[in-house]
C-alpha cells in the first residue's frame, strides 16, 4: 500500500496526464480549491468524470501546468500536508505562478481527497479574462 506522501508525489508528477492523474484518486474521491469560489468558479470536483473534466479544463488554459517538488510538513501513512509551486504560462501568454498549500487523505491505496489552498488573485489575474476586474463582488 501506497503512503498518502507518494500518492501525493505520483499525483503532482502525473498532473500533466489527466487520466493518469484521475486513476489515483477513489471512485468518490474529490478534490477541492475552497479559494476558487470567490472567483466565483467551482470550488470542488467529485469522481472520476468532475475531476478529469477539471484537469482537462486546466490543462487546456495552462498546457505548461506542472508542480514543482514538494515541501512536505506533515506525514502520516493516511495524510500528507505539503505546499508545492507551478511556474507556467496560460495559453494567452499570461505568467501562472501559484504556491498551493495541500492535504491528502488516502485509504486503499487511493486519494480520497486532495484540498488544496492557493492565491485567488494571482488565479484571477492568470485565468479570467479580465483579471481581478472579473471577481464577482
Same mark, same amino acid.
Given at each position: 500500500m501506497r503512503r498518502a506522501r507518494e500518492l501525493l508525489q505520483t499525483y503532482l508528477d502525473s498532473v500533466g496526464d489527466a487520466d493518469a492523474a484521475t486513476s489515483l484518486l477513489a471512485p468518490a474521491g474529490a478534490v477541492e480549491l475552497p479559494y476558487l469560489a470567490s472567483l466565483g468558479l467551482s470550488a470542488r470536483a467529485q469522481g472520476h468524470t468532475e475531476i478529469r473534466a $477539471? *484537469?482537462?479544463? *486546466? $490543462?487546456?488554459? !495552462? =498546457? +505548461?501546468? @506542472?508542480?514543482? =517538488?514538494? #515541501? !512536505?510538513?506533515? +506525514?502520516? =501513512? #493516511?495524510? !500528507?500536508? @505539503?505546499?508545492? @509551486? !507551478?511556474?507556467?504560462?496560460?495559453?494567452?501568454?499570461? =505568467?501562472?505562478e501559484q504556491l498551493y498549500a495541500g492535504r491528502l487523505v488516502a485509504a486503499n491505496d487511493k486519494i480520497v481527497l486532495l484540498r488544496e489552498s492557493l492565491d485567488p488573485i494571482k488565479t484571477a489575474r492568470a485565468l479570467l479574462p479580465n483579471g481581478v476586474a472579473d471577481i464577482p463582488t
Open positions: $477539471l *484537469l482537462t479544463n *486546466l $490543462l487546456a488554459v !495552462v =498546457p +505548461d501546468f @506542472a508542480f514543482q =517538488p514538494p #515541501e !512536505v510538513f506533515i +506525514d502520516t =501513512p #493516511e495524510q !500528507v500536508f @505539503a505546499e508545492y @509551486a !507551478v511556474h507556467a504560462t496560460t495559453a494567452g501568454g499570461r =505568467p501562472f
